[in-house]
C-alpha cells in the first residue's frame, strides 16, 4: 500500500505540524515556486492548452513576474495594507476562474476576468 500526504508545511497562521509520529512515516520534500521564465511558460501553456498562442502565454508570464516584483518591492498592497503574496498557488486558482469563465466568454475576456 502507497499513502502519498501533499500539504503546506505548519507554521504558518491556522496551520499545525503534522504529529512527528505521522511525519516519520512520510518522505519531505520541499518544492521551491518557479521563477524562471522559462518553467513558468511551460506551466501557463500546459494549464491553458492548445487553444492560445505564445505570445498570450508570454503576456500572462510576465504579467505574473511583474506582480511578483511589485510585491517584493512593497510597490503593491492588499486590502489590508499588507504585502500580497503570489504564488502557483494564486495562478493555477487564477486559472481555475479562467476555465470557468471559458463557459461563458471568449478567451481575451475570460482572461480579463
Same mark, same amino acid.
Not at 505548519?10 to 505540524?17: F, L, M, N, Q, V
Not at 503574496?85 to 476562474?97: T, V, Y
Given at each position: ?63 505574473? !513576474? @511583474?506582480?511578483?516584483?511589485? #510585491?517584493? /518591492?512593497?510597490?503593491? +498592497?492588499?486590502?489590508?495594507? =499588507? %504585502?500580497?503574496? *503570489?504564488?502557483?498557488?494564486? !495562478? @493555477?486558482?487564477?486559472?481555475? #476562474?479562467? /476555465?470557468?469563465?471559458? +463557459?461563458?466568454?471568449?478567451? =481575451? %475576456?475570460?482572461? *480579463?476576468?
Amino acid at each position: 500500500i502507497n499513502a502519498e500526504y501533499m500539504g503546506n508545511p505548519g507554521g504558518d497562521i491556522g496551520k499545525k505540524e503534522l504529529p512527528e509520529s505521522l511525519r516519520r512515516k512520510f518522505c519531505e520534500v520541499f518544492v521551491p515556486d518557479l521563477e524562471e521564465k522559462s518553467d513558468l511558460m511551460l506551466l501557463v501553456g500546459n494549464i491553458i492548452g492548445n487553444n492560445t498562442t505564445q505570445q498570450v502565454v508570454e503576456k500572462i508570464v510576465d504579467f505574473y !513576474l @511583474s506582480l511578483r516584483s511589485a #510585491s517584493e /518591492k512593497f510597490e503593491i +498592497e492588499d486590502g489590508f495594507k =499588507r %504585502r500580497p503574496h *503570489f504564488s502557483l498557488r494564486n !495562478l @493555477s486558482r487564477a486559472f481555475k #476562474s479562467f /476555465k470557468k469563465a471559458l +463557459e461563458y466568454h471568449d478567451q =481575451r %475576456r475570460a482572461l *480579463f476576468d
